[in-house]
């Protein structure tokens, strides 16, 4: 079975600054799929980031980037520069490549960017 | 807007009631996922249909059923409803079969059930 494990369920961070989100997982499966989706008041999924597991670059994209260790089963999210559109709940998610349909999501961390 | 159009975006009914979502995938999608997102159980997934046939089912209880029409849109039974089928049940579309770059997801329905 996928397991899915954030152990933060709030941080915060002052607008500007850098925040590390933490994201643990476990499976047998050696090719798979890991996403951050950000979930905002609004409510609506939005992804962030994704990465794939075969390859060793980490995932960037413009202010959110990923540290990615496959071994200790690890895939954080680097916020940097935080904005105030950065609060929302920030669930991380991992998906099988033999099936890609199904998500396996944590609980969730909720982020406040204070200003 | 993500493209994906759930309908209705509030629904309050009593338990034992019956209730259908709708889902319109984005345009060019063929696949939908459906959702549920629950104070205690989390997002978990229920089912997943594509181009009219049912692909993969997760955790959905018997008394839910779920189809996808020939024009793509999916429906969400909830039957015999019960308070703890109270969540936020959010649809998801994607261009295939597998997902591998992600879904797009639509703003979800919130159902309370009283």
């Known amino acids: 079975a996928q397991t899915v494990t954030q152990s933060q369920p709030e941080m915060s961070v002052q607008e500007a600054e850098t925040v590390t989100l933490s994201c643990t997982y476990d499976?047998?499966?050696?090719?798979?799929?890991l996403f951050w989706y950000k979930q905002p008041p609004s409510r609506q999924m939005i992804l962030v980031i994704r990465?794939?597991?075969?390859?060793?670059q980490n995932a960037t994209e413009n202010r959110f980037s990923v540290n990615f260790q496959k071994a200790a089963k690890s895939f954080s999210l680097k916020i940097s520069d935080s904005q105030l559109g950065d609060t929302a709940m920030y669930f991380c998610a991992f998906m099988m490549t033999n099936t890609g349909n199904q998500f396996y999501f944590g609980t969730g961390t909720s982020l406040t960017v204070i200003p | 807007d993500s493209g994906v159009t759930q309908t209705p975006k509030h629904l309050i009914t009593a338990t034992g009631q019956r209730v259908t979502l709708r889902c319109s995938p984005r345009?060019?999608?063929?696949?939908v996922y459906w959702y549920q997102q629950s104070l205690d159980q989390g997002l978990q997934f229920l089912i997943q249909?594509?181009?009219?046939?049912?692909?993969a089912k997760g955790n959905i209880l018997e008394r839910f059923s779920a189809q996808q029409f020939p024009d793509l849109h999916s429906e969400l039974n909830l039957s015999s409803l019960e308070l703890g089928d109270s969540a936020l049940y959010f649809c998801?579309?994607?261009?295939?079969?597998?997902?591998?770059?992600?879904?797009?997801f639509g703003s979800g329905t919130r159902l309370t059930v009283v």
């Open positions: 499976t047998s499966e050696n090719n798979y799929y």
């Open positions: 990465q794939e597991a075969y390859k060793q």
């Open positions: 998801a579309s994607s261009v295939g079969g597998a997902a591998g770059y992600g879904y797009t």
């Open positions: 345009s060019g999608d063929l696949s």
């Open positions: 249909y594509y181009n009219g046939e049912e692909r």
